[in-house]
């Protein structure tokens, strides 16, 4: 079966996690602009990170296998250094219109603070002229109110729900987040909060349509393999295929192909992997005999 992760920051992860994905099914994967840990004192700092989401990471996660794609925004955390949030603001649209961005995000709330809903309405705003659809952060405290609020400012702003991503969802938001026609990702997390046993039984309950399971997976406590390990436990536990692939591919495609810009062909057909391949000058070499697999027989303009 194929997978999608559809929230992964793999800037955060090794080569070892690229083959292993590769490996376990994963073919294409979307990395959401977000927190580094370290607070970002200049704007300067934020726009390497963007340049890198949509040039080396996107050009290594090629070299193991793997279609990369990124959400850009100001995540909620940052949103509350306000001068520096400003700054970021104006660099938006510029990455926004960059090949292989596929949403406006993560943006949304974390302490639920006025800065936070300020820059969140800013980029719904954004989201709607550039015609993006949003990935919404949503706060691990106050999740309920945090997820409900929202999505009451996403529809203020006339954000259609179909092109709304709530992510980090549980079983207390899960029902009012489709009820009101948005699609419901959800995080599993290895060690706490929504781990797969749950995620099983959300799918029993509520079916496969609009509902999104991805990693999250980054610095911290995380498993980059939480997607396909948990396709694998929803077939074990009498979940049809067909509703384990919606869940783990299918959906994400119809989200955030919204944006035009990710699309099946872009993984069913890749360029063949060359490992000498540069990128401003650099491999992803460290010694080892590269990769050099065979082009396709397209590729290689043979007529089949
Ligand atoms: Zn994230």
Redesign the pocket.
Known sequence: MKIIDP???MSARTTDDYEAMAAAGVVAVIE?A?WLGQPRTSVGTFQDYFSSLVGWERFRAAQFGIRHYCTIGL?SKEANNVPLAEQVMELLPLYLAKEGVVAVG?IGFDEMSSAEERFYKAQLELAKQVELPVMV?TPHRNKKQGTTRSMDIALDYGLPAHRVVI??NNEETVKEVLDRGFWAAF?IYPKTKMGNERMVEVVRKYGPDRIIVDS?A?WGVSDPLAVPKTARLMIERGIPVEHVEAVCYRNAILAYGQSGQFSESDWLSPAAIDQRNLFEGNSVLRGQSPRIDEPQAEEAGIIR
């Open positions: 929230h992964i920051h959401p977000f995540n993560e952060h992510d980090h995080t999250s980054d």
